[in-house]
């Protein structure tokens, strides 16, 4: 069976860290285009940072530019998100997600994070609070 399995979130304090990871599991992330999402209850769901498929690109939304780093780690199958300075308006559900076949203008440096999602994870949640 194919499937994202994120891990990694939490309670943290404002000011705090977490990474997140994002395994693969009955697949190897290697030449897949990755994408980490995040949905608050009631609201849409908001890009927050992509990879590409060989990992020369990156992207951020700007509400999180210079707090996360993506990366990924193909010896391990996993792409992860470390979040630092964390807020309380981080708050949310993450997703990660995958593309088989890297869409043009994918992770292209806008900060317009997009994916069309062969595949999604089942979330972790993120909670950001005092």
């Known amino acids: 069976q194919l499937q994202l399995v994120e891990s990694g979130g939490g309670l943290v304090q404002p000011g705090g860290s977490l990474r997140l990871s994002c395994a693969a599991s009955?697949?190897?992330?290697?030449?897949?285009?990755i994408g980490w999402f995040r949905q608050v209850p009631g609201k849409e769901r908001e890009g927050v940072s992509c990879?590409?498929?060989?990992?020369?690109?990156?992207d951020y939304a700007d509400s999180v530019k210079g707090r996360f780093t993506i990366a990924r780690d193909n010896a391990k199958n996993t792409v992860y998100l470390q979040m630092n300075s964390l807020k309380p308006e981080d708050t949310a559900i993450y997703y990660c997600?995958?593309?088989?076949?890297?869409?043009?203008?994918?992770?292209?440096?806008?900060?317009?994070?997009?994916?069309?999602?062969?595949?999604w994870g089942q979330g972790t949640q993120v909670t950001v609070t005092s």
């Open positions: 990879i590409s498929s060989s990992g020369g690109r990156t």
């Open positions: 997600a995958a593309d088989q076949l890297e869409a043009p203008g994918f992770c292209s440096g806008d900060g317009d994070v997009w994916i069309r999602g062969d595949y």
């Open positions: 009955g697949f190897t992330l290697d030449y897949y285009a």
